[in-house]
């Protein structure tokens, strides 16, 4: 099957038997009609609609080298410069229908599966086994037009030892056997966004292990499909109160859900399995591959297209009340503006300098992107605060729809009106910026942009000693020596 439509990915959901937990609720399939993700789920449906639009299709699909039916451009190997464009133009066209808001749309991880199968050999170090299974899923993920999660991170019971020691290591997610077919894994990942409503699980290597014999039956990449027997989701409580878009103009169509993953006794066949037991492997699996800097150009597409939004939501609240003349408010203008030029640049570096990497991919620069990474998760906590400040006592004056027609309504009309908007205009422009800045909504969006790509105190970490300082060190040592 080629690209599919909405229809199609609501179809196969409709047959998936993925074990959720929700609200007490234990759900084996139907997750698609539930009120907890039926509204996020059709928002899916139509970015996967998208792909069929005559008006979009020439940039979102490209034909398939195996069959030459449209499959979807993030699993476009790029080759070219024109290839990378492609790309980010699709890239773009998801982000912006959801306003950035989607951070899981199949972009994201279709670029890191592109990237892994690319550098197949890689995997083929390890075995020649890995290296077919990671080139056959991106295959059958490319032709079935799968929609991925992924789970990285070890349960938070105490980081101050190391997630495979939590418990006396019965935590984390491990190989308890092996079998003829395959390993039975045991145990907790942290966390999967969209977990409920994806096809496939991808259990990737993320905390850095040590490298030492004890961490092997932690050491691992596999895949399987959501409904795997043994594998549950606990969903947390949806921000999604079933209440209208005009009333939570975001949460009531963008709330991805995010849920723990538990692992009891999940077979795993090895056809499915991608690396095994090597934790050096593990360690180097995202860096080795290049697939760090195809998911990275994908989130610098959805965090300029993100930051568009702000920027012009912010214009129109400043012009709807009249406060744009003050200097303390185009300050805060500037700096979203500033972000905003600052992302469109590393953006643009990264595809200007991108260069051809070891297995023949055209890679984008990773210098502009990991400043970008490392950067964006503290811009970003601006946004809602700007925000915040700027839509101030407005944020709280924001009756219900039901109230725009109600026994309120000329009220409505008199109190709430701004300076170029009507008092019902006000109200929905108000809840949508109340929507991105102060619900639980934008709560957990802050949170998302902050943590969603690693903790960026250690992020930092890893870019300070992975940066080659000794040029800049070396200068100033000249400097000092400089004869007096
Ligand atoms: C909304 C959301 C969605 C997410 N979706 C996914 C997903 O789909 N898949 C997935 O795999 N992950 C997902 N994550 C998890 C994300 O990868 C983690 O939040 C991130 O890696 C940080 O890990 P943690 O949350 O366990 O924080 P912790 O590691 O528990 O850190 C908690 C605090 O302690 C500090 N700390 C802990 N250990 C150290 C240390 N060794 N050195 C210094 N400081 C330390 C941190 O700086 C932080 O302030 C998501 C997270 C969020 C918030």
Known sequence: MPARTGAQFLDRLARTRTHVQVQGETLTG??????AFANVVRSYAELFDMQHDPRLRDVLTYPSPLTGEPVATSFLVPRTEADLVKRRQAFRLWADASLGMLGRTGDYLNSALMALASAADWFGRQDDRFARNIRAYY????????????????PQANRAVAGSQQAAG?????????????????????????????DELLVFPSTVLRGT?????????????????????IARE???????????????RFDESDAVVVFDDVHVPYERCFTLGDPELCNGFYLATSAIEQMTHQVVARTTAKTEYILGLTCLLTEAIGIGQFQHVQADIAEIITTLETLRAFGRAAEADAAVNSYGVLTP?????????NLYPRLYQRF??????????????IPAEADIAGPAAADIGTYLQAATLTGAERVRLFRLVWDTCASAFASRQALYEYYFFGDPVRMAGAYVSGYDRSPYMARVRDFLDRPG
């Open 238 to 252: 949806p921000l999604d109160y079933g209440r209208s878009h005009f009333d939570h103009p975001l949460g009531s």
């Open 170 to 198: 019965t935590l984390m997610a491990h190989i308890v056997r092996e079998d003829d077919n395959g390993i039975v894994v045991r145990g907790a990942r942290m966390l999967a966004t969209i977990g409920p409503f994806a």
């Open 30 to 35: 139907g997750v698609a009609s539930h009120p």
């Open 365 to 373: 620069a990773w210098a502009p992107l990991n400043a970008a990474r």
């Open 139 to 154: 295959e059958k993920v490319r032709e079935e037009d799968l929609l991925l999660t992924h789970t990285l991170i070890p």
């Open 213 to 233: 014999p004890e961490d092997k039956p932690y050491s691992f990449a596999f895949a399987v499909p959501s409904d795997a027997p043994g594998l549950r989701y």
């Open 384 to 397: 809602p605060e700007i925000l915040r400040k700027l839509g101030a006592s407005g944020l709280m004056a």
